[in-house]
Every structure is written in C-alpha cells, then in structure tokens.
C-alpha cells in the first residue's frame, strides 16, 4: 500500500465519510486545509438528487473551484477505476452550471451551485477543476471522459459567462496523483534530477542556515523545466501554476504578452524566479553550475507563462533565477512561506505573535487532548497528518464569531476577523479564553455531528422531522446560523442573566471532545425549530441580509422560550455541565 493511502487509513477522522473520505484527504493535501470536517459539512453533495456531484468546494485564496466525484474500490488489486464514474461529471456539471430547473437539485447541491454562481457573477473564480478521486491506478479511458466533461464545461461557461476567462482543469485523483501530493508534503522537493544550469557567472550568497546563488538563465531552459516535470516543478507549492485570464490587469497573461512581444525585455519587466534546491555543485573554474533537486517557490506564474509561449519566440528572452539550500526543515518552511507567490502569507499568519494569541496556546495547553496553533501554521510535515484533536484557527475565529451573533462573518467574511482590527477585537480580546472558544467550538462540532449522523442514515429509515432537520442543515451557512441561534437562547436553558457571553464555559479541563457530548442532547433538543424559524433565511437573501437573520433569530429564541418546560430536564442537565461565572 503506497504511503499516502496508509496515512489516509490511519485517518479516522475521515472514516465517517466513506467514499468520501479519500476525496476530502485529497483536498487537504491540495489547498492545505487545516480542518477538513468542517469544510466537509459545506462542501459535500452527495444527497438524494446530487446529479453525480459529490464535491463542490470554492478556494478563496487560489480563487479554484472544486467539482468532484469519488470512488472507492474495496479491492485496490483493480487496475483501474470505473470510467463511467468519470463520466458522471459532465452529468454535474450540466446540471451546477447549465440547470434552469432548481428543484430538481438536492438541497445541498442547489445550495452550493447558488455558491458557485454567485463567486463566478462576482468574478471570484479563475479556475474551475473537474476531479475524478479514487484509489487506483490512473487511466487513459478515465482521462478521455474527463476530457469530455471539461469541454462540456467549457461550453457552459460561454453559454452563461460569456463575458469571462474562466480556465477549466481536471484531474484524475488516483493513486499516482494522490501519493505525489503526499509526497510533496512530506518534502517539499519532488524533482531529484541533478540539473545542468545553462549560465557561466553567478553571485554566491549565504546566511543563518542557508546558502544561494543568483544568477540569470535563458527563458527556455525554464519553459523546458516546465514541460519535462509539470506540476512536480512546484512541489512546494501543491497548487501548482495558476491558469492566465486575457484580461489587461492580469500578470499571468501580461507576462505571456512580453515574452511573445518583447523577449529581449522580459528580464527588465519580471521579478524572477526562486528555487529550492537540495544541493548545489559549483565550479568557478570551469563556469559550470548544477543543483540537484529542485521546486520553484516564487514564480510559478512565471514558469508557467514561459511555457504557453513557443521556444522560438522565446529565444531572446532570459530569467533572472535564485536557487536556494537549506537543511534545517524550520528554514525551509519558512523559505517557502515567504517566497511562494502561490500560498501568499494568510490574513491569521499576522495575528500569530498577537498577545492574545499568546496567552490563548498557553492557556489551551491546560486544557486535555486538544492542539490549538494560536494563527501559526503546522510545518511542511503537518500537511497530511492534521493532528485529530486541532482546533485550527479559522473554525476557531468562525465558531466565536457565531457564537457572538455574526453568522454572516463566520461564513462569508472570514478574511475579515483576521485582517480588521475592529472585527478582531470583537472575538479575541482579554475576555476571550481557551476555555470559552472550547464552548464554542464544540458546539459547532456537535452540529456538524448530528448532519453526518442523520446523512448516514437509510433513507427509508429517516423520520419526517429527520428529513426536514437535514434539509436545514444542508444549506450552505446553516451549521454557522444554528449555532448563534443556539447562543441567543444561552439565557433560556442557563436559567440566568448573562452579562458577558465571553464568561461561558465548561470550565478549564473540559475537552473539546467531552463539549460536544455536553452540547448533543442539548441541540437535539433544539434541531426541531431550525427548520420553521432559521431556514427561511436562505429564500430570503441568506446571511448576509442581516435584519432577515436578526427576524430569524428572534423566531428561534422565541419557540425554545415557549417550550422551555418540556425541555427541563435537557436544560437542566446541560447547565449542570456549565462553569460557574
């Protein structure tokens, strides 16, 4: 069994998925998602009318979007996977982008169409990649039926958006591909080859725990780097080359334009390229340099620009290149965090020496089987085995956001806790502790579990209340607008007035893991009255209508208010978990 499908194994946070379950591991490893479950809960599809899609998932910062289907063979001896399950998703794409029939969409696949529709009319998306995820070898029958989904994508993009450059990728996530990705995780160097460095003069540069030289090369050595070793070029960067748009203020396409129109000048206007490498052979003497190994952390776009043009126009055109040695793994994570225009430096990656954030990892190592990175980021190692019990600080932020009655940040603005001082002061301040984001966090989860629960359901075997509860929660949003309907009603089911909502919580050696079992009856108990109350807001312009969610949030406390009686001994019980305060 290849490593990456043993790590994948070992992984029980994803056995809940199923199938599924591989084609989520594969998403981590590509956009380096720190917490896969609740990407999960948004992104998967795969209910009653899913019309062949099991994945839509929307990447902000590479501005991609992720149509998928997913497969798992129960004998991995099988030489191939099924090429009609490839097929499938020309079906989907029909359907997400061609459909002017909503009803006939599941409820979480018309959710996450009106998602993708909306990033597309808003112009958010510069990629749409078509996946085929399984664990078998890849194949030629599979490739030609994704070939044909992705023309039939094509074609309904200039049918609806005529007027965008969208570019349209797919991918056959199979054995290979996957084990590569893994790979790149585990090091950030794909390519060994010992490469000749076409150049004669360089300039030598070292530091603390780094060495580099600088030098300057032709574009077509770099063009032919490109088309000899593709994505595996920019292995520390798993996301590889992002496509161009024809559009003036586009760099990619603008970089492409200069080496067909101006070669001689491409030095003048470009940036340059940096390469890690594992070591360098260097002869002053006889003018001749060589690395061996190599990954391009900062230029990708450059790369991959270079390539779309002919190596004969490329002729006059040359790259000023660095190439980078490091051995210590820290300074390589940093080299590649710093330099690679791909994975630019995230809006928390700025929070992380914030004093708070400080003394919230102090606090969270008080706290029993959980890891809280306080905005930093796991290394390069961390990629394919996420610690079990992370809190990563995003579904931190986007829990106490919820939590504190901005359902609509939580989902749609994320960015914007880390990137306002204003919006950040609102969730972490010094009435924010551990244990108070523990509170919040797990009921987040305890959400989350109840929809995997009722997902993983029969059909046949789901009450009318489980439909409609699913239904509810199948909305994209609706795990983030349940928990700060959950919070608005804290003074029904805590019996008291609470002055500071920040005081809440299990008290400071309560798990994560333990919080969500103090929280399930409770939601549960509370579940029923989402789906009268809380999921009109989705008809009605969703989240981001405020006054439509404050409306629905009333409706909401008001029904627990009236049933608070019927509920006491849930009530009651949970309260007993509560810390005093």
Same mark, same amino acid.
């Given at each position: 069994m290849p ?5 994948f ?9 199923g ?7 594969a ?5 380096e ?14 209910d =009653? ?11 902000d910062e ?9 497969y798992l063979? !129960?004998?991995?001896?099988k =030489?191939?996977?099924?090429? #009609?399950?490839?097929?499938d998703? @020309?079906?989907?794409v029909g359907?997400?982008?061609?459909n ?11 959710s996450?169409a ?28 599979? %490739? ?9 994508t094509? !074609? ?20 290979n ?14 390519v =060994?080859? %010992?490469i ?9 540069e ?7 030289v ?21 292995? $520390?960067?798993v996301?590889?080359?992002m496509?161009s748009?024809?559009t003036?203020? #586009?760099? /990619?396409y #603008? ?14 206007f ?15 003497g ?11 952390v900062?230029?990708?776009?450059? =790369?991959? !620009?270079?390539a779309?043009?002919?190596? &004969?126009?490329?002729?006059? $055109? ?5 190439f980078?040695?490091?051995? /210590? ?9 710093? /330099? /690679? ?5 995230k ?19 008080? &706290?029993?089987?959980?890891?809280y990175?306080g905005?930093r980021?796991?290394?390069q ?7 079990? #019990? ?9 829990a ?11 989902y749609?603005d994320?960015?914007? &806790? ?38 993983? %359901? ?12 699913l ?14 309907a ?6 029904t089911?805590l019996n008291?007035a609470? $002055? ?15 919080g ?9 108990s509370?579940l ?9 807001v989705?008809d009605n ?8 969610v404050?409306? @629905?949030?009333n409706?909401?406390?008001?029904l627990v208010?009236?049933?608070k %009686?019927?509920n ?14």
């Amino acid at each position: 069994m290849p490593p990456a499908l043993d790590v994948f194994n070992a992984r029980h946070d994803l056995a809940q998925f199923g199938p599924n379950g591989l084609l989520l591991y594969a998403l981590q490893l590509r956009f380096e998602i720190d917490d896969i479950v609740t990407v999960a809960a948004t992104a998967l599809t795969d209910d =009653t009318k899913d019309q062949k899609c099991d994945l839509i998932y929307l990447d902000d910062e590479s501005r991609t979007a992720v149509i998928a289907q997913a497969y798992l063979a !129960a004998n991995t001896t099988k =030489t191939h996977a099924p090429p #009609n399950k490839a097929a499938d998703l @020309a079906i989907a794409v029909g359907w997400i982008l061609g459909n002017e029939r909503p009803e006939a969409l599941g409820v979480s696949l018309r959710s996450a169409a009106e998602d993708l529709h909306n990033a597309l009319e808003a112009g958010e998306i510069d990629s749409i990649e078509l996946w085929y995820s399984h664990n078998l070898p890849e194949s030629n029958a599979a %490739k030609e039926q994704l070939e044909r989904a992705a023309r039939t994508t094509r !074609a309904l993009l200039r049918q609806h958006y005529p007027e965008l450059e969208v570019e349209v990728r797919f991918l056959e996530v199979g054995r290979n591909l996957l084990e590569e990705w893994y790979r790149s995780s585990e090091s950030p160097i794909l390519v =060994t080859d %010992k490469i000749d460095v076409p150049t004669s003069t360089w300039v030598d540069e070292h530091g603390d725990g780094w060495q580099a030289v600088l030098t300057s090369v032709p574009a077509t050595w770099l063009s032919d780097l490109n088309h000899r070793y593709g994505d595996r070029l920019f292995s $520390a960067n798993v996301r590889s080359y992002m496509p161009s748009r024809r559009t003036a203020q #586009n760099i /990619n396409y #603008n970089m492409e334009q200069t080496a067909r129109l101006q070669p001689a000048r491409f030095w003048a206007f470009n940036n340059g390229v940096t390469a890690l490498v594992s070591d360098m052979s260097k002869d002053s003497g006889k003018r001749h340099l060589a690395v061996t190994g190599i990954s391009v952390v900062n230029g990708a776009q450059t =790369t991959g !620009a270079l390539a779309k043009v002919s190596q &004969i126009e490329l002729r006059e $055109a040359r790259v000023m290149i660095r190439f980078v040695k490091a051995s /210590n793994a820290a300074i390589i994570d940093d080299i590649i965090r710093y /330099n /690679n225009s791909q994975n630019p430096i995230k809006p928390s990656d700025f929070r992380s020496s914030d004093r708070h954030q400080e003394r919230l990892r102090r606090e969270f190592k008080e &706290i029993p089987d959980v890891t809280y990175l306080g905005a930093r980021r796991g290394g390069q190692e961390d990629r394919a085995r996420r610690p079990s #019990n992370l809190i990563a600080s995003d579904t931190a932020a986007q829990a106490l956001a919820a939590f504190h009655q901005d359902p609509e940040i939580a989902y749609h603005d994320l960015r914007s &806790i880390w990137e306002s001082d204003e919006v950040y002061a609102r969730y972490f301040s010094d009435h924010t502790s551990a244990a108070h984001i523990v509170f919040c966090y797990s009921l987040l989860r305890a959400i989350q579990q109840v929809k995997f629960e009722l997902s993983a %359901k029969e059909i046949q075997e789901r009450t009318q209340e489980d439909h409609e509860i699913l239904e509810y929660l199948r909305r994209r949003g609706s795990a983030f607008l349940l928990v700060s309907a959950v919070a608005a009603c804290a003074e029904t089911y805590l019996n008291r007035a609470i $002055a500071d909502t920040f005081s809440i919580s299990f008290g400071p050696t309560t798990s994560p893991a333990v919080g969500v079992e103090h929280w399930t009856p409770l939601v549960e108990s509370l579940l029923p009255f989402a789906s009268n109350s809380l999921d009109p807001v989705f008809d009605n312009g969703g989240l981001r209508r405020r006054e439509v969610v404050k409306d @629905a949030l009333n409706r909401f406390r008001s029904l627990v208010s009236a049933t608070k %009686k019927a509920n006491s001994v849930i009530f009651d019980n949970f309260r007993m978990q509560v810390a005093s305060y």
